[in-house]
């Protein structure tokens, strides 16, 4: 079975730090993404990366940034928490067909339940 | 960018009937596929039924069945004969090379 890994299940910081939420994944897969997911809005995709060293812009990108040095491995970075980044993170993780679109589906980590005070 | 609209954030249902959520989702692409993923209390995002936008044929899985219609930009999902355990929220998505995830849809189910 393949397994996402996210590093803590509950986090809390404090405003004005610096937090990383790891993400590790044991299929060799070539895209992850990070999403947080708030009531009513469902989740939102903050950053996608479909390769090692590369990453695109989700809808939601300010106020964080990823890194993906490995395959495996796909960080996200709060520079400068903040209250209003209070949320729940869930990674992901999918291989890639040939070619677009990719109708691979995804498969999730349990999440992270950040608490910023 | 690609849109995904679930007008029903909360639904009942009592057990052994049947229940319909819906979605609908904007984009100018003509090939993708669409998702229907369960959350239970765990938070594990389980994949329930998958539809590539190429085949007419709406996909099924067991109790889980969708209505696809893509000239409408509609994808609903049936659940039939409920069960206890179906109680999840439920998010529609669409995916051609990212993934993008409606706001939900509450499910109880009643026994």
Sequence with gaps: DVKVTQSSRYLVKRTGEKVFLECVQDMDHENMFWYRQDPGLGLRLIYFSYDVKMKEKGDIPEGYSVSREKKERFSLILESASTNQTSMYLCASSSQRTGAPSGEKLFFGSGTQLSVL | ?111
């Design chain 2, 1 to 111: 960018a690609q849109t995904v609209t679930q007008s029903q954030p909360e639904m009942s249902v009592q057990e052994a009937e049947t229940v319909t959520l819906s979605c609908t989702y904007d984009t100018s692409e003509s090939d993708y596929y669409l998702f229907w993923y369960k959350q239970p209390p765990s938070r594990q995002m389980i994949l329930v039924i998958r539809q590539e936008a190429y085949k007419q044929q709406n996909a099924t899985e067991n109790r889980f069945s969708v209505n696809f219609q893509k000239a409408a930009k509609s994808f609903s999902l049936k659940i039939s004969d409920s069960q206890l355990g179906d109680a999840a929220m439920y998010f529609c998505a669409y995916r051609s090379n990212d993934m993008r995830f409606g706001a939900g849809t509450r499910l109880t189910v009643k026994p």
